[in-house]
């Protein structure tokens, strides 16, 4: 997948419910400060599945999701931990980690993450591609509390407490988010990019969000025009 930026724009602390539907967020440079962080009315989940694409040449830890609740930072956070080449989606106060992924540097990747409290399994979609279940102690306790979700940055407390060596460069687009397990076949439509279920919790084409300081919304084209 490769995509060419046709118009920048720059939006500094406005919020608003805007379609984003072929458009990105560019994250230019190493900040503890710059995010996007979106919201919604939902504050209560027992499942949850969570798509974006993101684009990036880092070689060192990075956030790529980050949802903080009241009694927890890392709630539910998805992070590339660099030194073991592993994502690591984190549910309450256990991680999971997924290794010998092909996560090259500048290039698009695809990645669907989904947590249900039922069983306390977590499963990571990389590139179309479904890896394996894995089980987070403490991951069969529902999300109840007010959320804070995070791009951009990770968070050390609730809604805040950045470390710029954590933080993302590059862009991203396509952020859902839904409060349950979407189907197989749903991600793969996604994956595909297709015509899918739109997220009940965070919509890419609905999306209420602000902008915190050198992040840029982007025009993006599969194709040169």
Known sequence: MKFSVCLVI?????????????????????????HVRLSTSK?????????????????????????????????FLLFF?????????????????????????NQWHSICTTWESST???QLWFNGQPLS??????????????????LGQEQDSHGGGFDIKQSFIGMM?????????LSSCEIQKYMSELSFTPGNVLNWAALDFQINGRVLIENKSLYCQ
């Open 10 to 34: 720059l939006i500094s602390n406005a919020a608003a419910i805007q379609d984003l539907s072929g458009k990105m967020f560019t994250f230019p440079q190493e900040t503890n400060s710059a």
């Open 173 to 181: 687009t396509d952020a859902h988010m839904w409060d349950y397990v």
């Open 133 to 150: 279940r894995k089980y987070v102690s403490g991951g069969q306790a529902a999300m109840s509390g007010s959320p804070v979700i995070i």
């Open 81 to 105: 931990k660099y030194d073991l080449n592993e994502m690591q989606p984190h549910v309450k106060t256990d991680k999971a980690g997924y290794r010998v992924l092909d996560y090259k540097p």
């Open 43 to 75: 504050n209560s989940f027992s499942a949850l599945t969570v798509c974006h694409r993101s684009f990036t040449d880092l070689k060192r830890d990075h956030s790529l999701f980050s949802m903080a609740l009241p009694s927890n930072a890392n709630e």
């Open 120 to 122: 306390g399994l977590v």
